[in-house]
C-alpha cells in the first residue's frame, strides 16, 4: 500500500509538472503576440558556439523593428523565397510535405516543407537537430503561434529573428550591415538578395553572392512579380 501511495504521488507530481510546462509554453506564446522579442534560442545557442571567438564577423548583430518600419518588399521576398502559401495555410503546408515526401521516395533531393509559421517557432523555443522529440514540440508550438498570433505578426517575429549572415540576426541589422540603410528603405533587389540566403545563411553571402545565388535572387523577384499581381499581401496592413 505504501508502495502504491508513492507511485500515485509521484503520478500527480509528474501530471502537475507537466500541466505547468504546458501552461507555461502557451502564456511565452501569448506574450511573445505583443512584446518584442529580445533574442531566440538559435541566437542564444549560436552566441555559445563563438563565445571567445576573435573572428571578425563573430560578434551577434540584432535590432528588433515594428511591421511599419520594414519594407514591404522584404515581406513579399521571404513569402516568394521560403513559403508562398504562408496567407492561406494555418501553419502546415500539406501540399509541399505530401510533393517532399513524393520526391524523396522517388530519390530525388529531399526539399525542406517547413513553412514560416514552422521556422518561427524552431527560432524562437527550440534547437536546430533533427528528431522526433524537436519536431514534436515544433508542431505543438507552430499550433499555438497560428492561434494567437495573426499572419502579420508571424512574418514580423519571423524577419526580426531570421539569420542572414554569420552573426545577422534579423532584418533590420541584415540591411544595415549590408546595405547601410534601415530595413524600410531596403529596394526588391536587396530584399531578394537578403531572402535568397535564408536557406543557408552562412554558407551563402549576401556580400558576395555567387552565380547560384544570383539566380536564386532572380528567381525570387519573377516569384515577387507574380505574387504581386496576385495582391498576395492583400491581407496585411503596411
Known amino acids: 500500500m505504501r508502495r502504491q501511495s508513492r507511485l500515485a504521488r509521484l503520478a500527480r507530481a509528474a501530471a502537475l509538472g507537466l500541466l505547468i510546462l504546458i501552461f507555461s509554453s502557451v502564456l511565452l506564446v501569448a506574450m511573445f503576440r505583443w512584446v518584442p522579442v529580445p533574442f531566440t534560442s538559435f541566437m542564444l545557442l549560436d552566441r555559445i558556439a563563438t563565445l571567445g571567438e576573435q573572428r571578425p564577423g563573430t560578434r551577434p548583430s540584432h535590432d528588433w523593428v515594428a511591421w511599419p518600419e520594414i519594407s514591404p518588399h522584404a515581406a513579399l521576398a521571404v513569402i516568394a523565397a521560403e513559403d508562398q502559401r504562408f496567407l492561406e495555410h494555418g501553419g502546415f503546408d500539406f501540399e509541399a510535405i505530401d510533393k517532399a515526401w513524393s520526391d524523396a521516395k522517388r530519390g530525388r533531393r529531399l526539399r525542406g516543407?517547413?513553412?514560416?509559421?514552422?521556422?518561427?517557432?524552431?527560432?524562437?523555443?527550440?534547437?536546430?537537430?533533427?528528431?522526433?522529440?524537436?519536431?514534436?514540440?515544433?508542431?505543438?508550438?507552430?499550433?499555438?503561434?497560428?492561434?494567437?498570433?495573426?499572419?502579420?505578426?508571424?512574418?514580423?517575429?519571423?524577419?526580426?529573428?531570421?539569420?542572414?549572415?554569420?552573426?545577422?540576426?534579423?532584418?533590420?541589422?541584415?540591411s544595415r550591415h549590408f546595405f547601410r540603410k534601415p530595413a524600410a528603405r531596403l529596394n526588391p533587389y536587396e530584399a531578394a538578395l537578403l531572402a535568397a540566403v535564408l536557406p543557408s545563411p552562412k554558407r551563402f553571402r549576401v556580400d558576395r553572392p555567387s552565380p547560384y545565388l544570383r539566380q536564386r535572387q532572380q528567381w525570387i523577384l519573377d516569384q515577387m512579380q507574380q505574387l504581386r499581381r496576385d495582391d498576395h499581401l492583400g491581407g496585411l496592413q503596411h
Open 113 to 174: 516543407a517547413s513553412t514560416i509559421s514552422q521556422q518561427v517557432a524552431k527560432n524562437l523555443f527550440l534547437w536546430p537537430a533533427q528528431n522526433w522529440l524537436r519536431k514534436g514540440l515544433e508542431t505543438w508550438f507552430t499550433l499555438w503561434i497560428e492561434i494567437l498570433w495573426p499572419k502579420q505578426r508571424i512574418l514580423e517575429v519571423y524577419l526580426n529573428s531570421a539569420e542572414f549572415g554569420r552573426g545577422v540576426w534579423g532584418i533590420e541589422a541584415a
